[in-house]
C-alpha cells in the first residue's frame, strides 16, 4: 500500500470519528475535511478533492470569522484544485474573488464579479 493511499485511510478515519462528535467542534471536521481533500489532491483525484474541499468550506464558514487564515488556506486548496485540473483562469478568478469576499475592504468589488 503506498503512502497516499494509507494517508487517505487515516485521515478517512479521523474524518468517520471526528463526523460523529462535529456538533461539539465544527473546528476539527473542517480540519478533517480539508485534509482529506488535500489528499485527493494529491493522488490527482480531482473531483474528490473538490468534493471534500468545498464540503470544508462550507464548515469554515459557519465556525471562523471570515478573514480567518483557515478561509485562505482552503480557497488556496480549491484554487489549486481548479489549476491541477488546468482551469488556470477559474483557479485564479474564483479563489481571489472568493477571498475578497470575505474581506471588508474589498467586499463591493467582488461581488460585482461573476464566477460559474
Do not use: W
Not at 470519528?17 to 481533500?37: D, H, I, Q, T, W
Not at 483557515?70 to 480549491?78: H, L, R, T, V
Request: net charge positive.
Amino acid at each position: 500500500m503506498g503512502q497516499h493511499e494509507k494517508a487517505l485511510q487515516v485521515h478517512l478515519t479521523c474524518l468517520n470519528f471526528v463526523e460523529k462528535r462535529a456538533k461539539s467542534n465544527p473546528r476539527y471536521l473542517a480540519v478533517c475535511l480539508g485534509r482529506v481533500g488535500t489528499t485527493y489532491l494529491d493522488r490527482d483525484e480531482y473531483d474528490q478533492a473538490m468534493n471534500y474541499c468545498m464540503k470544508s468550506n462550507k464548515v469554515i464558514g459557519t465556525c471562523y470569522p471570515s478573514d480567518h487564515v483557515e478561509c485562505g488556506k482552503n480557497f488556496a486548496n480549491i484554487g489549486t484544485v481548479h489549476y491541477m485540473r488546468g482551469d488556470i483562469d477559474r483557479a485564479l478568478l474564483r479563489t481571489s474573488i472568493e477571498y475578497s469576499r470575505k474581506m471588508p475592504c474589498t467586499r463591493s468589488y467582488a461581488d460585482r464579479c461573476v464566477v460559474e
